[in-house]
């Protein structure tokens, strides 16, 4: 895997905070949700300290490599997590505080997404609920390259929606979001830098 030290090429947004009007969601953008200092910082804190791991996924009738690597974090004290789980490190907690501060929520786990250029995706999917409730709430941060994140509704023909997740940005899906919504990032022919994705969940026993 390539270091990057320059993250001069990485923008945080403009656009401040946005919330989008669509039926059957809450879904808030906010922008420069950390500003480019910290954004940095936690960029390269992530990139060269979490431990990172490629893993398999079946599609269709085959099990192929998923486009991006992932890591998985979890307190400790939850009787659910298993002794192998990885206990959030002192970076993980600071953003977690920020992100609860701002929701006003709490969150017990964090999935780390690494996009290392544009090759790496997700297809389209909902998470899957499990432990997570029917209607799980998913704060998502980003650093790194800027990544288009799409919607797209389950049921009606509502015009998919394309947010652009800039470097430091915070992304809340709520409510029924999950239910009703599908989301992708895709997959892009032109030569960018890394991306790094957490989302914040709330792991019940």
């Not at 085959?62 to 890591?71: F, Q, Y």
Request: glycine share 6%; net charge negative; proline share 4%.
């Amino acid at each position: 895997m390539t270091l990057f030290d320059d993250t001069e090429l990485f923008t945080p947004g403009t656009g401040g905070e946005k919330t989008f009007e669509l039926p059957d969601a809450d879904v808030v953008l906010i922008d420069n949700f950390f500003d480019k200092e910290q954004s940095d910082y936690y960029y390269h804190a992530l990139l060269t300290q979490t431990h990172w791991r490629e893993y398999e996924m079946p599609m269709y009738d085959k099990i192929v490599t998923a486009p991006r690597m992932i890591s998985w974090y979890q307190d400790k004290q939850d009787g659910d997590a298993a002794a192998s789980i990885c206990e959030l490190t002192d970076d993980l907690k600071s953003i977690r505080d920020r992100v609860e501060a701002a929701t006003q929520l709490k969150f017990n786990a964090v999935l780390l997404n690494l996009y290392r250029n544009g090759k790496d995706g997700v297809a389209w999917h909902s998470d899957k609920t499990g432990k997570s409730g029917n209607d799980p709430v998913i704060a998502s941060v980003t650093f790194g390259e800027t990544r288009i994140f799409r919607l797209r509704h389950k049921q009606h023909k509502h015009p998919q929606v394309e947010i652009l997740l800039h470097h430091g940005s915070f992304l809340l899906m709520a409510g029924t979001t999950n239910s009703f919504w599908e989301h992708q990032i895709p997959k892009t022919a032109r030569d960018i830098l890394p991306r790094i994705n957490l989302t914040f969940r709330q792991i019940k026993g």
